[in-house]
């Protein structure tokens, strides 16, 4: 069973509001996730929420009162020990897991890390047939080497988010990085085409110690033998 951390928000797009709503929801009744860990941007997202589920059960809200860093999502990852977790964006939701054997394997080798590519609302998938390196899941079996979190101190959603992330993971030379995307299946809901204005960090930014450096890394499509 799965432990989701992720975030809830409320867009001033309406369209915008029904995929990220919906993304809950299908989590919620997803039979693989026994949690979800929400960090709730605003007491807003509570009163929505309140209105979305009535089944609430395995919701543990965070009232974080904005944007979570990956950093946030995952130290509090950290505290969910010997636990499979996974940290996904808002506009995600998890269809179907076809190995149920990738689960066992991530729960018996710590050192094994999943980064996911994402299927798209029509269940297509293009940036798994031309693989281009992004990925929109994470998962591991917490807690994880808390050296990386101090690198990843950035949002979900600017661009290049997610290769940082990998680069640092990859930087310690004890994890196993893998991306069966094919086998868990998660989706992507964002058919409104709604985005901020978002910087690219992974062609070069300042890390956590003030020094400017080129972070990027991706998963290409595998599974542990």
Not at 25 to 41: A, G, Q, T
Not at 197 to 213: E, L
């Amino acid at each position: 069973m799965i432990n989701l951390i992720t975030s809830y928000y409320l867009s001033d797009n309406e369209k915008r509001q029904e995929e990220i709503d919906r993304c809950l929801v299908n989590n919620n009744n997803s039979h693989h996730i026994k949690n979800i860990y929400l960090f709730l941007d605003s007491d807003q997202c509570l009163d929505r929420l309140n209105l979305l589920i009535a089944d609430q059960n395995k919701i543990v809200k965070v009232r974080f009162g904005k944007q979570p860093f990956y950093s946030n999502l995952f130290e509090y990852a950290n505290t969910l020990k010997n636990e499979i977790c996974m940290i996904s964006n808002s506009d995600i939701w998890l269809k179907s897991i076809e190995k149920e054997d990738l689960l066992v394997k991530l729960k018996k080798h710590k050192d094994y890390f999943y980064a996911l590519t994402r299927h798209e609302q029509d269940l297509s998938s293009p940036l798994i047939d031309k693989w281009c390196g992004s990925h929109d899941a994470f998962m591991f079996n917490s807690p994880i080497n808390s050296a990386i979190i101090k690198y990843i101190n950035h949002l979900q959603n600017v661009l290049g988010s997610e290769n940082v992330l990998l680069y640092e993971v990859k930087k310690l030379n004890y994890y196993k990085l893998y991306n069966p995307c094919r086998s868990i299946i998660i989706v992507h809901e964002h058919e409104s085409n709604v985005h901020n204005k978002r910087i690219r960090i992974n062609r070069g930014d300042i890390n956590a110690d003030g020094n400017y450096s080129i972070r990027s890394e991706k998963v290409k499509p595998s599974e542990p033998n």
